[in-house]
């Protein structure tokens, strides 16, 4: 005599649902871990602009024999360079003249004319004249231009040298000088999840490393700051 086949068991045994608890777990995480490192590659892709942005500005100087500077934008969070023709010289926005209240020259002087001033006993910052890098027949070229820093990507704090706190908000800037120097600058970007990188620029090569995590190394002196003579 043939058996009758016995009936499927209706509904899931609880190893079953324990099994599709831990696939939804594991496809939570994995979309969570998805988010993540696509902010993260935004994060170090925003880095590697301000890294590149240094190795431009000091090849430009060398190559060129100007001063150049690359701005940093906190208010458009935008990255771009710009140069003179004459001499500059950095001082600290602190060390600034009683009674001169343009912050706008970002730390550059003239130095011939901040002398003057000098002698002439006259509150006068002398600032140095930056704009945009031309072609010979003085269009500003694009490759130059402030550009975006990043995708959801937001600037936390520059310091170099040339001011007395970092600067948090406003528009700061890194001076590269013709003889191939600059000053130690650390940029500080993070990402909406508040993860935060620091690029570090050397003071003699300007060249840049990238520190995945706020790096506060000790406070920037006076010798970490170059003057073009």
Do not use: C, N
């Not at 910052?125 to 070229?141: K, L, Q, S």
């Amino acid at each position: 005599m043939t058996r009758a086949p016995r009936r499927a068991v209706e509904g899931l045994t609880l190893i079953e649902v324990m099994i599709v608890f831990v696939i939804m777990a594991l496809a939570a995480a994995g979309a969570t871990l998805g988010i993540g490192a696509l902010t993260r590659t935004e994060l170090r892709s925003s880095a590697m602009r301000v890294a590149a942005a240094a190795s431009f500005a000091y090849s430009r100087s060398v190559s060129t024999g100007r001063t150049v500077r690359v701005v940093f934008d906190f208010e458009q969070q935008t990255i771009g360079l710009e140069e003179t023709t004459g001499r500059v010289a950095i001082s600290r926005i602190d060390e600034r003249a009683r009674g001169a209240d343009d912050e706008t020259d970002l730390g550059a002087v003239d130095p011939w004319e901040a002398a003057r001033a000098k002698l002439e006993s006259k509150p006068s910052r002398a600032r140095g004249a930056f704009g945009p890098i031309t072609d010979p027949d003085g269009d500003e070229i694009d490759f130059y231009k402030a550009q975006p820093l990043g995708s959801g990507i937001r600037f936390v704090k520059v310091t170099t040298p040339t001011y007395p706190e970092p600067i948090v908000e406003g528009r700061a800037a890194l001076y590269f000088f013709p003889g191939g120097r600059t000053q130690r600058a650390l940029v500080q970007i993070a990402d909406a999840s508040e993860t935060v990188y620091t690029v570090e620029i050397h003071p003699l090569t300007g060249k840049a490393k990238v520190h995945p995590f706020p790096y506060e190394p000790p406070e920037l002196t006076e010798g970490d700051e170059v003057r073009d003579r």
